[in-house]
């Protein structure tokens, strides 16, 4: 990007200063984004930000966070809390989306309000493990779920066993080891699935967008399903009288036992803090709504489809997710035992790996059911990764045509017009994060980053409020200020809980966004002086 369109909010708002008529946001937009095709209309881009968000995390963290919050009324509680800040989000990025409807979203937001040096932040976490660690993480899941039907597909099948990594301890903390390298089958699949849907992606964002809605709505169904199929066909009479009786509200207005860090003291915290802690597993899995401001620069008519999208599309997602968590409540008892010998001895707190969904489902049909969500969890992450894949390189092509990737990967193929070098850089790195082993641990260090980019994207809307009150804004923020403040308090709250209680999930990530900061300045001193964007 030349110097001229880095400095395109300066030139908008100097001619604020000498007239008051709107500003149109167009001028904010790359020339580059004009090669893109437009292709995502309003079903493909609201099916983006259902299928990005519906991974195997709905069917598995309900486990951990019942054992965490130890209430029926608290779990659904998590979730309304994951649920409200997850639409406000929702409502505040339509705002930013439809005055910058560009190629790279979120990255080109920070940089326009924050400046270049927090988009390259953004980009540089989103890049090292946000996506490529969330897309091999749902790769193995695929993977694994595979070898339900291939029992040969696992993880102790080695084609190629390197070396095993050891444990490296940060205080009481392990931050990085216990991980193979090698090959095995199940990751094997991962790689297979993730080399096919990049080179499918690579033959324009049409075909990518066909594959996302077919699977987004294959998965919208089974989740559909497992939602009517548990409230007409499966309640069970032990659940419903454990779960929805004297013991709905078991905890709310008592103080909870937790763990700080690992190996630490158990210590005494209020339910506003456990429900803070419990959003590790709701937040994450609720994650990747915003992926589809990624690809701004192919939505057609974007200052109209990408806020009515994100508005649908999350709402949608957080009603079956709160649904379904439901429809466990329905079907297993939360209290349980991890030395159960069958699933309602077991219960939510204990199913069998955390599979709260397949523990559901088999206690409503039997062995079958373990195979149709085996299906169902398929489904589900082949469509997410596609969606994630698609997505994700075009913030790196965003990055590079501000000369803060390699340069190559802001270059578009010359006939499908999709940023074919940053999907082959993106899928080299997976690969290597499949292989290494360590997406799973980098995974847990991304949480609290994570919500530190949603806080200074949601703070820059207010930035730009100010420094641009009258650019053309097609759509204007629900609830502003109120609601965008009140999601800044509640998010502060939560990452200065984990930051407390659970520093094995906060440090490292905050260690990796650091480290993009000399990063930046040595990219940045690569490049003429005169292309470089103002900080």
Not at 183 to 208: E, Y
Not at 255 to 279: C, M
Not at 358 to 371: H, S
Request: aromatic share 12%; charged share 10%; with cysteine.
């Amino acid at each position: 990007m030349t110097s001229t369109t880095s400095h395109s909010y300066l030139a908008s708002e100097n001619c604020l200063s000498v007239e008051t008529k709107p500003v149109p946001a167009t001028t904010i937009i790359a020339t580059s984004d004009r090669e893109f095709v437009k292709g995502l209309g309003l079903t493909s881009s609201t099916m983006l930000v259902m299928g990005s968000m519906i991974g195997s995390g709905i069917f598995l963290v309900s486990a951990e966070i019942s054992r965490e919050v130890g209430s029926p009324a608290l779990l659904i509680g998590a979730w309304l809390i994951t649920g409200f800040l997850t639409i406000v989000g929702a409502l505040t990025y339509g705002e930013l989306a439809a005055m910058m409807p560009h190629a790279g979203g979120q990255y080109i937001y920070l940089r326009e309000a924050l400046g270049p040096l927090w988009g390259f932040l953004y980009g540089w976490t989103l890049f090292l493990v946000i996506q490529t660690g969330t897309i091999a993480a749902v790769g193995v899941a695929f993977g694994k779920f595979l070898g339900v039907f291939f029992p040969s597909i696992s993880s102790t099948h080695w084609l190629l066993h390197l070396f095993k990594v050891p444990p490296i301890h940060i205080g009481s903390s392990i931050v990085v080891g216990n991980m193979d390298v090698g090959i095995n089958t199940q990751n094997l699949m991962a790689i297979l699935l993730v080399v096919a849907l990049s080179v499918i992606n690579v033959f324009g964002v049409k075909t990518g967008a066909l594959i996302q809605n077919v699977f987004t709505f294959a998965k919208v169904a089974a989740l559909l399903g497992l939602v009517i199929v548990g409230l007409f066909v499966g309640r069970n009479a032990a659940a419903l009288a454990a779960n929805f009786g004297a013991n709905f509200w078991h905890g709310v207005t008592s103080l909870h036992s937790i763990q700080v860090g690992v190996g630490g003291p158990f210590v005494l915290v209020s339910t506003l803090t456990i429900l803070a802690v419990a959003q590790v597993g709701s937040l994450f899995s609720a994650d990747a709504w915003n992926n589809v401001t990624f690809t701004a620069g192919e939505v057609i008519n974007p200052k109209r489809n990408l806020p009515i999208s994100l508005a649908l599309g999350t709402g949608v997602v957080i009603a079956l997710y709160i649904a379904c968590n439901v429809i466990y409540l329905n079907v297993l008892p939360l209290y349980g035992s991890a030395n159960g010998a069958t699933i309602l001895q077991r219960g939510i707190q204990y199913a069998t790996e955390d599979r709260v969904a397949t523990a559901a489902l088999t206690q409503m049909f039997g062995a079958l059911g373990g195979y149709l969500m085996a299906a169902a969890i398929m489904v589900s992450s082949f469509g997410c990764n596609n969606g994630l894949i698609l997505s994700g390189a075009r913030v790196y092509y965003a990055m590079a045509k501000d000369g803060l990737f390699f340069r190559s990967a802001g270059k578009l193929h010359p006939t499908y017009k999709t940023p074919v070098v940053s999907l082959m850089v993106q899928m080299v790195w997976i690969c290597i994060l499949c292989v290494s082993g360590s997406y799973g641990q980098l995974l847990d260090y991304v949480v609290f980053a994570v919500l530190v980019f949603y806080i200074l994207t949601i703070a820059g809307l207010f930035v730009l409020r100010f420094k641009l009150p009258n650019a053309e804004r097609p759509y204007r923020a629900i609830g502003y200020p109120v609601l965008p403040a009140v999601y800044i308090i509640m998010a502060i709250f939560i990452d200065i809980v984990l930051l407390v209680y659970k520093p094995q999930y906060t440090w490292p990530g905050l260690i990796i966004v650091l480290l993009g900061i000399p990063v930046y300045y040595i990219w940045r001193s690569r490049r003429p002086i005169a292309e470089t964007p103002a900080a």
